[in-house]
């Protein structure tokens, strides 16, 4: 299945596609950074207007949000080319990681690309997902609803399961 959207048009017909590559799905996020300093400023302008400290703790991809499945897992690895904000892109082939500071414009080249047999599975909670690669690292993304990313989760596992 092939799904169509914003993103994944703008990953049709990239040059960084190999032959015989095909994109599946696309979507742009933000990584966890950014959701740290968002949630700490809603939070601290909260604790301002009702007189209370302003300490707060974000959520994260290693969070109760995700139970165990996150116990011991790390970010060294594959993982760690996918920080900050960007667009990660599914293909018949491969995983692609753009790093990218907006969602307006084509991605440029892929700052990282993972053969389809080193990704473990996706998961999401709302619209949080979560990739765990085979060398037991994860990254996540904060993904806009209108990306769709339950259809780019489960897109992810069928690739991932061959």
């Given at each position: ?21 095909e ?16 949630d700490?400023?809603?939070?601290g ?29 790390h ?8 920080v ?10 491969r ?23 080193s ?20 990254s ?23």
């Open positions: 299945m092939v799904v169509y959207w914003n993103m994944t048009k703008k990953l049709r017909g990239h040059g960084c596609l190999q032959s015989g590559e994109p599946i799905a696309a979507v742009y996020g933000l990584g966890e950074a950014m959701l740290r300093m968002a700490a400023a809603s939070s302008l909260m604790a301002q207007a009702s007189g209370k400290s302003g300490d707060f703790d974000g959520p994260d991809i290693y969070s109760d949000e995700f139970g165990e499945a996150t116990q011991g897992k970010t060294e690895g594959h993982a760690e080319a996918m900050g904000n960007g667009v990660m892109g599914l293909t018949n082939q995983l692609l990681w753009f790093k990218k500071a907006t969602v307006v414009g084509k991605p440029g080249e892929p700052t990282a690309t993972f053969p389809l047999d990704v473990v599975e996706a998961q999401r909670e709302g619209n949080m997902i979560r990739v765990e690669f085979a060398d037991g690292s994860i996540g993304l904060h993904v806009p609803r209108s990306q769709k990313p339950k259809v780019f989760v489960d897109e992810v596992n069928r690739a991932a399961q061959g």
